[in-house]
């Protein structure tokens, strides 16, 4: 089994990557967006940017920076196929998925206007936002010295393939088919 974890910039392709690997390859998605959401549910807090980031962050802090990806990583294990999980977002999830073997952490990057124009047309419930907010709420989830706290930028660096997505879905499932390749060489 083979768990390949997701990280990226808002609207950069993620989940782009996901649905490929689902529809195309047969792996179980397994989504720390829908975690917290439902915490943020439990919480009858309102379903934006703010309130993801903030619960994330208050989950992590209790338990432990990997937790929300160690949960669904055992979630992962308990399917006993190869899995997806999205979306990556602090070093210790990135440390501690990785400790667990046959992990492989995928990054994703574009174009600050190419995302912001993606993610007006996925227009979800977190997506309600101008260019500016777009822009700095970005910057809030670029670095961080808190380990409970997110870092994009650390993780991207950490990631041991990284996709620029600035073309096509088409270049970018080739792109992805051709990392794949490369993975089941590994194996």
């Given amino acids: 089994m083979t768990v390949i974890g997701i990280t990226g910039t808002l609207g950069s392709g993620k989940g782009t990557i996901v649905e490929y690997l689902v529809k195309e390859k047969g792996f179980i998605h ?3 967006r829908q975690f917290i959401l439902k915490e943020i549910s439990k919480r009858k807090l309102p379903e934006n940017r703010d309130s993801m980031v903030i619960v994330a962050n208050d989950i992590r802090e209790k338990n432990s920076p990997s937790f929300i ?5 055992f979630q992962s294990q308990e399917s006993g196929k ?10 210790g999830e990135v440390e501690s998925l990785k400790s667990k073997g046959r992990f492989y952490l995928f990054a994703v990057d574009a174009n600050p206007k190419v995302r912001f124009d993606r993610i007006k047309l996925r227009n979800s419930e977190t997506d309600q936002i101008d260019y500016q907010t777009f822009i700095d709420n970005e910057k809030r989830e670029m670095t961080s010295s808190d380990p409970n706290k997110q870092n994009l930028i650390k993780c991207r660096e950490m990631a041991d393939f990284l996709f620029m997505n600035d073309g096509s879905i088409e270049d970018l499932y080739l792109e992805v088919e051709k990392v ?6 590994i194996w």
């Fill in 82 to 91: 190869n899995a997806v999980i999205e979306s990556i977002r602090t070093p």
């Fill in 30 to 32: 397994f989504s720390v």
């Fill in 180 to 185: 794949l390749t490369q993975i089941i060489e």
């Fill in 69 to 73: 990806t160690d949960q669904l990583y």
